[in-house]
Every structure is written in C-alpha cells, then in structure tokens.
C-alpha cells in the first residue's frame, strides 16, 4: 500500500524484502526489487527509508524470541547503518498495540511502554535505537507507534490479522474463533490512514507518534461487524485467550495530529466494506 502511494505520486521506490510474509504478487511492478533479509548487513541508495520489515508475530515471538530479535533488533540496526551510509531519514513501523502493554483507555506517547511479549520488547529497543541514533548522529528518525493495521492485502495468516482472518474465514464459509471472552478492545486504524501517517513523517522530526483512531472496538464488536460486512450468520468459536495478548490497547494520536497534521479519516465500518470488496475483487 505504501509502494502504491510512493510510485503515484513519482517516487523511485525500491523493496528490500526476503518474502517471509510478503507476496510477490503484490509488489508493484514500477517497483525495484532486493531480495535480502534485514538480518544481515545490506546497502541503499535513498534519501528515506521506511522500516516495515517485521517478524510481525506476537505467538511466534513467544515461542521464538530470539528469531524474533534476530529479525526485529539486529534487523533494525542493519537498517539505520544502511541509512546512516545513504544519508536516509528512517521512519520506522513501531507497535503501540504491543508497545504500551495494558491501556487504561485511549494513551498519549506518555505513558509508560510495558511490552508484554518479546515482539514488544523488540519493538522497544528498535525505538531506542533511533533515538540513540538522532543524538549520537545527529539524525531526524521517526518512529510511528501503529495500532492495529488492517485493510487490503492483509496477510490472514499472521495472528495480528484478526481482519483478514475472520474476513476470508467468513468468505469461505469457515468457523470463526475468537480467544479469551471476545472482550479484549483493539483500535483498528484503515491501512490507508497509516500510509498517509507514514507519508506526513518524512522530512519531520520528533516523535515517537501514536497512529490509530482512539475508538475502542472489542473483539466480538469486531466479529459482529464483519459479518454484517460479508453478510455471514455463523457465530463465532470461543477458546481460552493466549499468553501475550493484552487486555485492552487504544491509543490517543493527538501529537501527530498536532505536529504531523495526520489523523484517520476511514471509520471501521467503511474501512471494513473497502477490505471485503478488495477481497471478493481478488477471489473473482
């Protein structure tokens, strides 16, 4: 979705991607391509990068911590030395969802980031790297601490998809399983919003921004809404929520309002019909 945007408006863009979660199919063929795992040392020519290169698995980096860090802590150091050499501002995807921990309500950048998995942790030390990096070198780094991304070409497979997974599951007829007692609350926040918040950091400073919409939606909310979407009447599964999974997690995206001049604009429900559309395209 960011390529997309970046070719549209005349950017040259170039993907450093190994293809452990993406899809070829959605690589924008205006696009250059590197395959490379960010594990290991790489070089760009660019005057931004955007960091969205993830072991994005909140169970997986339980089960696999130090996978998770190889890719999320060293990945990122591989990537501002590369940015370093090119002379690149990083704005890097950070996770508010998994960042902040247990969320009294809707939290600002303030408050206290608790991770309670390994991915946030990661998540976390990627963060301090930037910062240590903006002062040891004089950088402007940006990190956007990201609810929960959904929208088109979400990948159903990834645990952080709950979107995708109950969309395609609905689409095909499947059960639907919701962990824990369907309230744990989510903000959801349309893919093209976050592209747009991504696009408002470039050439700024500050930070870190939260990027999501304040609205707290819970589970089985979200259940409910996408089969009103894909007009499914099968109710959902429950079975015992997972370890790692915080209760609730809102973010209140005020400061990059005020200082990027970003806020959502796609509701849940719109942003849902636009996901399921682009599904039903893609299944035609």
């Not at 290991?40 to 909140?58: G, T």
């Not at 609205?215 to 089969?227: M, P, Y």
């Not at 015992?240 to 806020?263: I, T």
């Amino acid at each position: 979705n960011l390529v997309d945007a970046l070719v549209a408006r005349g950017d040259d863009v170039t993907v450093v991607d190994d293809f452990a979660s993406g899809k070829r199919e959605h690589l924008n063929p205006a696009a250059k391509l590197v395959e490379h795992d960010i594990s290991s040392p790489f070089e760009v020519a660019a005057e931004v990068v955007f960091h969205l290169a993830a072991q994005a698995d909140v169970q997986t980096s339980m089960r696999r911590p130090d996978y998770d860090a190889s890719v999320n802590v060293v990945g990122t150091v591989n990537v501002l030395a590369a940015a370093q050499e090119a002379g690149a501002q990083v704005v890097f995807a950070s996770s508010g969802g998994a960042g902040y921990g247990e969320c009294p309500g809707p939290v600002t950048e303030s408050f206290p980031f608790l991770p309670l998995s390994p991915y946030g942790i990661a998540k976390k030390c990627g963060e301090e790297y930037l910062a240590g990096w903006n002062r040891i070198h004089d950088a402007h780094h940006v990190a956007l601490r990201f609810a929960n991304v959904y929208g088109p070409r979400q990948d159903a497979g990834l645990e952080g998809g709950v979107v995708a997974i109950f969309l395609e599951r609905m689409a095909d007829g499947e059960p639907t399983v919701i962990f824990g007692d369907g309230g744990h609350i989510r903000d959801f926040v349309y893919v093209g919003d976050v592209v747009d918040a991504m696009l408002a950091a470039v050439g700024g400073s500050g930070g870190p921004y939260n990027v999501g919409t304040g609205v707290e939606t819970s589970i089985a909310e979200l259940h409910d809404a996408c089969a009103r979407v894909s007009g499914s009447d099968r109710a959902a599964e429950y079975q015992e929520a997972r370890l790692g999974d915080v209760r609730r997690s809102v973010l209140d995206s005020s400061l990059a309002d005020q200082e990027l001049g970003w806020r959502a604009e796609v509701g849940l429900a719109d942003g849902l019909e636009l996901t399921w559309a682009w599904m039903r395209q893609e299944a035609s």
